[in-house]
Each structure stands twice: as C-alpha cells, then as structure tokens.
C-alpha cells in the first residue's frame, strides 16, 4: 500500500506561481511511474503531467506544456508539479497518482494509488 499525500495548492491570482509536492510513504516509490492529474468543479478528472521512473521521460496535456514542469526526487520520495503563468482555468483539486507496474501513461484508469487532493484556485 502506498500513501500519497499532496501539498502546496493555495489561492493565487492570474500569471502566479504555485509548486505541489506529493510525499510518498514507501521506499519504492523509485519503482512507481507518476503522474498528476486534476479535477475541476463539474468536470471529469484528467491528466496533467507524468514522469518516468528515473524522470528520462515526462509528457505534458496540450493546455498545460510550456507552463508546468513535473520532476521527482526519488532520494526524498517526493514528486513536484512547478506550475507557472497560472489561468484561471487551471482552477482544480490537484492529484498526485502513482503507478506500480508499466511505464507512465496519461489515462487515469492505469494508476493504482491516488493521493486525497490539494485544491489550486486562480482568480481573474
């Protein structure tokens, strides 16, 4: 069993900077494709960000690229989401999810633990 636990969401205005964190309970977590994903007011959650194992591959959602940057320390246990230029859009419950078996991927349904959420609210 894996315990994820997200942290860094907060309120910031349009064009702010906000860096999540997600701690990992288990020393294996350098065994664990992650990924990022969110979920907005009334919407469906979908994918952000993942990484590879040892970070050689990342991929991005279209609306998110040039923006965010997702990168891990597997010394620490811990995944980041560096989130720039923020819009109002990205408005969401932030969700760190971990992979145990196969590479990294987009569709959520691959992920076998989630974290509980942290929410980012950007203002107009």
């Known amino acids: 069993q894996v315990h994820l636990v997200e942290s860094g969401g907060g309120w910031v205005q349009t064009g702010g900077s906000l860096r999540l964190s997600c701690a990992a309970s288990?020393?294996?977590?350098?065994?664990?494709?992650m990924g990022w994903f969110r979920q907005a007011p009334g919407k469906e959650r979908e994918f952000v960000a993942h990484i590879s194992l040892f970070a050689s591959s990342t991929d991005y959602a279209d609306s998110v690229k040039g923006r965010f940057t997702i990168s891990r320390d597997n010394t620490k246990y811990i995944l980041y989401l560096q989130m720039n230029n923020l819009k109002p859009e990205d408005t969401a419950v932030y969700y760190c999810?971990?992979?145990?078996?196969?590479?990294?991927?987009?569709?959520?349904?691959?992920?076998?633990?989630w974290g509980q959420g942290t929410q980012v609210t950007v203002s107009s």
């Open positions: 999810a971990a992979r145990t078996g196969g590479p990294s991927v987009a569709d959520l349904r691959e992920y076998d633990y």
């Open positions: 288990d020393r294996a977590f350098a065994r664990y494709a």
